[in-house]
């Protein structure tokens, strides 16, 4: 969950390191260091502290730092409190370590070298250093340190690592937690992830597993570890060169909600052919949709909740078999999965470690499998038989947005395409779906264009302490969202309930104290959800209702409403998301939050 960066070249390191950890910090934003080599006192100096990267901007800021190597870290804790001690780098003798993920056997490390009245913090980094030390002192060789202290580790892990003896050289080795590297004109660069190259190259490759990687300022070469070299393989990056700003917006989020036209509109081109889902680009063959008999989609957070919205598409149209599964519990829970099924993981980053796991669970029972990521060549992409990409360019605020509705977008995609090659749908048939989910771009730029609308129902919930997200059907699926984004961002206890499932107690806890936000788009569903919204109101309930403009009528005009414009039904789940996302965000914004970074959250959870 940290963010990692290390850079060896022609130009001083202390502002790429700081720009770059100011890219990272959604990874984790509770502490920041860098370590450089300095050439006038031949060793290598660490700066840190427990705070934002601007903290550490400021510890840096009268010193003179020459360097033109270095490493950094932004950290989300797991071992030891957030602390400066607790901060990376972590230096023992010869070695200075940053590090993600989590080194399991630290304890029995701490034993077995008799560590622990050298240690200085409570990290199982400090101690993955120690032990790189011993083995340096052991073998006189990083490379072979390396090789000996990694066989050591248990756990996942990439470590960037500076050897005293070595001015001027990166290494690194890895273990499921990512590691991306680039060698350009300016110099060798690597990161814990994409965001933090793109202003330097549009190339770059990924760090296979334990391979041992040793930068020079215009060398990267890489061993496994049995010493045979590894030819970097460069992929190219789509994202634009400024991706990663903010472009003048005040926050990310909001940028990343206002981008959804272009995110979706990316997503869906070329991925249709004569207005029929066609996945040749993908290299998708339809054998996948045509030979599975059940469906299980694998995710965390919010792309399992786009996993929701897919399942109930894939009942209505298809009248398949499917189950969504917290990757988290899915191996802990005997699932059912065979040869026949097709697990679907879905995941933005593409490195989450329960999604990941998940999916290599499911496919040694024999699933064949498909990947909706946005990070190209992530863990997931890498593990899965194929991959779908979401087109949405980087995400960078850790409440996910633009991720959400363009995993939507390939799952709707899917859908029409399993309906149309497994004969449910006629081509006139979905050639109309086809054409109806091209309009959305267009229908949610008209919520951007209204968001004045949302802010000014936001400013009703600044004050609440508690609140319900009620609706039925496709419109409970994007509540569970809706609801997981306000909780995030605006610290508000938010719960989604399914409408008619309310009477069955929660309606307890409802008072004038509680708002209730609905959402009302299903036609076939709205006058019983007019009926639970009315018991709400009737026990003292503040009602904020997005609703669908066909289905406005004289008796939703007493409540504060925002008019969701039309699309079929199917397909309202786009402009309802997106209005939700506005209102979370305009509530955490005008409430002074950090909206980009919630308290104790990180972008990437790598791990378990
Ligand atoms: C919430 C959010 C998380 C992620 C979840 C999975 O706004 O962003 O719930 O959706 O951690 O992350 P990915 O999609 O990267 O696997």
């Given at each position: 969950m940290c963010g990692i960066i290390g850079y060896t070249g022609k130009n001083k390191v202390k502002p790429i390191i700081i720009d770059a950890l100011t890219t990272l910090e959604y990874r984790g934003y509770d502490s920041a260091g860098m370590a450089v080599y300095n050439p006038d006192k031949k060793r290598t100096e660490v700066y840190k502290c427990a705070g934002r990267v601007r903290d550490l901007s400021k510890v840096c800021e009268d010193k003179n730092i020459d360097s033109t190597c270095g490493i950094g870290h932004t950290?989300?804790?797991?071992?030891?409190?957030?602390?400066?001690?607790?901060?990376?780098?972590?230096?023992?003798?010869?070695?200075?370590?940053?590090?993600?993920?989590?080194?399991?056997?630290?304890?029995?490390?701490?034993?077995?070298?008799?560590?622990?009245?050298?240690?200085?913090?409570?990290?199982?980094?400090?101690?993955?250093?120690?032990?790189?030390?011993?083995?340096?002192?052991?073998?006189?060789?990083?490379?072979?340190?390396?090789?000996?202290?990694?066989?050591?580790?248990?756990?996942?892990?990439?470590?960037?690592?500076?050897?005293?003896?070595?001015?001027?050289?990166i290494y690194s080795i890895r273990n499921v937690s990512p590691i991306v590297a680039t060698l350009s004109e300016e110099g060798a660069m690597l990161a814990s992830d994409l965001t933090a190259l793109t202003?330097?190259?549009?190339?770059?490759?990924?760090?296979?597993?334990?391979?041992?990687?040793?930068?020079?300022?215009?060398?990267?070469?890489?061993?496994?570890?049995?010493?045979?070299?590894?030819?970097?393989?460069?992929?190219?990056?789509?994202?634009?060169?400024?991706?990663?700003?903010?472009?003048?917006?005040?926050?990310?989020?909001?940028?990343?909600?206002?981008?959804?036209?272009?995110?979706?509109?990316?997503?869906?081109?070329?991925?249709?052919?004569?207005?029929?889902?066609?996945?040749?680009?993908?290299?998708?063959?339809d054998s996948l949709f045509t030979d599975c008999e059940r469906i299980c989609v694998v995710?965390?957070?919010?792309?399992?909740?786009?996993?929701?919205?897919?399942?109930?598409?894939?009942?209505?149209?298809?009248?398949?078999?499917?189950?969504?599964?917290?990757?988290?519990?899915?191996?802990?829970?005997?699932?059912?999965?065979?040869?026949?099924?097709?697990?679907?993981?879905?995941?933005?980053?593409?490195?989450?470690?329960d999604t990941l796991e998940a999916l290599k669970y499911a496919r040694r029972k024999g699933a064949r499998?498909?990947?909706?990521?946005?990070?190209?060549?992530?863990?997931?992409?890498?593990?899965?038989?194929?991959?779908?990409?979401?087109?949405?360019?980087?995400?960078?605020?850790?409440?996910?947005?633009?991720?959400?509705?363009?995993?939507?977008?390939?799952?709707?995609?899917?859908?029409?395409?399993?309906?149309?090659?497994r004969g449910v749908m006629d081509d006139d048939e979905v050639r109309e779906c086809i054409r109806n989910l091209k309009r959305v771009p267009e229908v949610i730029g008209s919520v951007l264009d209204g968001r004045k609308a949302v802010h000014v129902i936001a400013r009703g919930l600044l004050e609440a302490k508690d609140l319900f997200m009620i609706g039925r059907g496709l419109d409970y699926s994007i509540l569970l969202e809706g609801s997981l984004k306000l909780k995030e961002v605006s610290y508000i206890h938010s719960e989604a309930y399914a409408s008619g499932e309310l009477k069955h107690g929660p309606i307890a806890l409802i008072t004038d104290n509680t708002p209730v936000v609905a959402v009302v788009t299903q036609e076939r569903l709205m006058s019983k959800e007019l009926s639970n919204i009315r018991e709400v109101k009737s026990r003292g309930a503040a009602i904020a209702l997005f609703i669908k403009a066909d289905l406005i009528q004289q008796s939703t005009r007493e409540f504060d409403t925002f008019m969701l414009p039309n699309l079929p039904d199917e397909l309202m789940v786009f402009p309802a998301s997106v209005a939700l996302q506005l209102l979370a965000y305009y509530v955490s914004s005008d409430k002074g939050f950090d909206v980009d970074k919630p308290r104790n959250l990180a972008k990437v959870v790598t791990v378990e």
């Amino acid at each position: 969950m940290c963010g990692i960066i290390g850079y060896t070249g022609k130009n001083k390191v202390k502002p790429i390191i700081i720009d770059a950890l100011t890219t990272l910090e959604y990874r984790g934003y509770d502490s920041a260091g860098m370590a450089v080599y300095n050439p006038d006192k031949k060793r290598t100096e660490v700066y840190k502290c427990a705070g934002r990267v601007r903290d550490l901007s400021k510890v840096c800021e009268d010193k003179n730092i020459d360097s033109t190597c270095g490493i950094g870290h932004t950290r989300w804790a797991t071992h030891g409190g957030v602390c400066d001690a607790n901060a990376h780098p972590h230096t023992q003798g010869s070695v200075t370590v940053v590090h993600n993920g989590i080194i399991e056997n630290y304890k029995d490390l701490v034993e077995e070298y008799d560590l622990a009245s050298s240690l200085k913090s409570e990290t199982d980094t400090e101690v993955a250093a120690a032990v790189l030390d011993r083995c340096h002192a052991e073998t006189g060789d990083p490379k072979k340190a390396i090789t000996k202290a990694v066989r050591k580790l248990k756990g996942t892990f990439a470590l960037v690592i500076l050897f005293d003896g070595e001015p001027d050289v990166i290494y690194s080795i890895r273990n499921v937690s990512p590691i991306v590297a680039t060698l350009s004109e300016e110099g060798a660069m690597l990161a814990s992830d994409l965001t933090a190259l793109t202003r330097f190259t549009n190339k770059y490759f990924v760090v296979p597993e334990y391979t041992i990687v040793r930068m020079t300022r215009d060398s990267v070469t890489m061993w496994t570890l049995d010493g045979r070299e590894v030819e970097p393989e460069y992929l190219t990056m789509d994202w634009e060169k400024n991706s990663a700003d903010k472009n003048g917006y005040p926050f990310y989020m909001e940028k990343e909600i206002m981008e959804q036209p272009k995110a979706i509109r990316d997503t869906i081109s070329g991925r249709t052919k004569a207005g029929i889902p066609n996945f040749e680009a993908d290299n998708i063959p339809d054998s996948l949709f045509t030979d599975c008999e059940r469906i299980c989609v694998v995710a965390c957070g919010t792309a399992m909740h786009a996993g929701l919205v897919f399942q109930s598409l894939v009942k209505t149209r298809l009248q398949m078999h499917i189950d969504v599964e917290m990757a988290s519990e899915f191996m802990y829970s005997d699932p059912v999965i065979d040869d026949k099924t097709l697990v679907i993981a879905v995941s933005q980053s593409g490195e989450t470690i329960d999604t990941l796991e998940a999916l290599k669970y499911a496919r040694r029972k024999g699933a064949r499998s498909l990947a909706i990521i946005n990070v190209k060549g992530s863990s997931i992409a890498r593990e899965s038989d194929y991959v779908m990409y979401t087109n949405a360019g980087p995400e960078i605020a850790v409440a996910s947005t633009k991720a959400y509705t363009t995993q939507l977008a390939v799952f709707y995609l899917i859908v029409y395409k399993m309906a149309h090659i497994r004969g449910v749908m006629d081509d006139d048939e979905v050639r109309e779906c086809i054409r109806n989910l091209k309009r959305v771009p267009e229908v949610i730029g008209s919520v951007l264009d209204g968001r004045k609308a949302v802010h000014v129902i936001a400013r009703g919930l600044l004050e609440a302490k508690d609140l319900f997200m009620i609706g039925r059907g496709l419109d409970y699926s994007i509540l569970l969202e809706g609801s997981l984004k306000l909780k995030e961002v605006s610290y508000i206890h938010s719960e989604a309930y399914a409408s008619g499932e309310l009477k069955h107690g929660p309606i307890a806890l409802i008072t004038d104290n509680t708002p209730v936000v609905a959402v009302v788009t299903q036609e076939r569903l709205m006058s019983k959800e007019l009926s639970n919204i009315r018991e709400v109101k009737s026990r003292g309930a503040a009602i904020a209702l997005f609703i669908k403009a066909d289905l406005i009528q004289q008796s939703t005009r007493e409540f504060d409403t925002f008019m969701l414009p039309n699309l079929p039904d199917e397909l309202m789940v786009f402009p309802a998301s997106v209005a939700l996302q506005l209102l979370a965000y305009y509530v955490s914004s005008d409430k002074g939050f950090d909206v980009d970074k919630p308290r104790n959250l990180a972008k990437v959870v790598t791990v378990e």
